[in-house]
């Protein structure tokens, strides 16, 4: 499992296919993967690598569908222990208005935590620049 963090437009994506060129065409983006195991188990048995790309836009699809994400993704985490995740960074201490949008950064950053707990590889990309942090 890797993880690949940053913000937006800075060149995560094109990071990640150059390190591993086995996974073009296998990028999944997290506004499509469905909030659903089921829907997920489906979409991702069509890749042999497959990059989750946005997973932070997955995460508010599940918190708007009420979607206990947490459960999803700790299966998906155990399922498939080979993922590859990009995810942008979001909130950077601005603390919204909007309890929705709270809950959104909260949950997202804790589960960037959890991935990378168990993550073999976490990078960190500016400017198409990677910093290893793990």
């Known amino acids: 499992m890797e ?3 940053g913000g937006c437009y ?5 990071y990640v296919l150059k390190l591993h060129p086995e996974c073009k065409g296998q990028v999944i983006e997290g506004e499509n993967l469905p909030a ?6 489906k979409e991702l048995q069509e890749f042999e690598n ?4 946005h997973l932070h836009l997955w995460i508010r699809k599940c918190l708007e569908q009420q979607t206990d994400v947490e459960l999803l993704a700790d299966k ?7 993922l590859i995740f990009i995810c942008d960074e979001i909130g950077n ?3 919204p208005m ?20 168990k993550a073999e590889r ?12 793990k």
């Open 3 to 5: 993880l690949f963090l």
């Open 98 to 117: 909007d309890a929705l949008e709270r809950d959104y950064r909260e949950r997202t950053g804790r589960l960037q935590i959890r991935i990378a707990e």
């Open 50 to 53: 497959p990059v989750i790309n």
């Open 36 to 41: 659903d195991w089921d829907g997920m188990i």
């Open 76 to 82: 998906l985490l155990e399922t498939y222990p080979g």
């Open 122 to 133: 976490v990078e960190r990309i500016v400017c198409g620049i990677s910093q290893r942090l």
């Open 93 to 95: 201490g601005i603390v």
């Open 10 to 14: 800075q060149g995560k994506k094109e």
